[in-house]
């Protein structure tokens, strides 16, 4: 038999944990040592590190996710969520992408054809440029307060609420 502890915690990490729920049967552990172990129990050893299983894996820091109408994705880092989050909505809505390259900061595109484009008056950082998808890029040299801006915008494209209907959580807040 599994020691097993009791410990409170408030509304919004309830809702989170039923939020991340995947089928009915699934008890809250299970769905808690999904999203924070993310390795079957077998391989779970006390005090043992969880690392990326792929040499050359993205980094990873802090546990981020994505919500597009209920489903939850997971991602490894801020970058990866952000990219997630625009692959999902270029599926719910075919012109998405083409919309959201018209979006812009003073000095830069949301997302462009060429990591050049991206970047206006400072081409040398389109070096942070990561393809998207389908010959698109997305600027990756941001911070989570810009990625909450933008993901407010797309999902405005697409006809989608921020916070109900989209979200990112990093460590099962949202951003």
């Known amino acids: 038999m599994v020691d097993r502890r009791e410990i409170a ?3 919004d990490v309830h809702r989170a944990i039923e939020t991340a729920r995947v089928a009915l049967g699934e008890s809250e552990n299970d769905i808690l040592r999904r999203l924070l ?3 079957p129990r077998s391989q779970a050893r006390r005090g043992a590190a969880v690392r990326p299983a792929i040499a050359g894996a993205p980094r ?4 981020w996710s ?3 109408g209920g489903r939850h994705i997971p991602a490894a880092n801020l970058k990866d ?4 989050l625009l692959r999902e909505l270029a599926a719910i809505r075919s012109d998405f992408l083409d919309a959201f390259a018209q979006e812009r900061t003073r000095d ?3 997302i462009a054809r060429s990591p050049e484009a991206l970047y206006g008056r400072s081409p040398h950082l389109a070096r942070h440029a990561q393809p998207l998808s389908n010959g698109w890029f997305f600027d990756s040299n941001l911070s989570v307060s810009q990625v909450a801006r933008r993901a407010r915008i797309a999902a405005r494209l ?5 916070g109900s209907d989209v979200r990112i959580l990093d460590n099962l807040r949202e951003i």
């Open 66 to 68: 994505v919500v597009v």
């Open 158 to 162: 697409c006809g989608l609420l921020y």
């Open 60 to 63: 990873s820091r802090g546990l």
């Open 37 to 39: 172990l993310a390795r």
């Open 9 to 11: 915690i408030d509304l």
């Open 81 to 84: 969520a952000y990219r997630v």
């Open 108 to 110: 830069r595109r949301f």
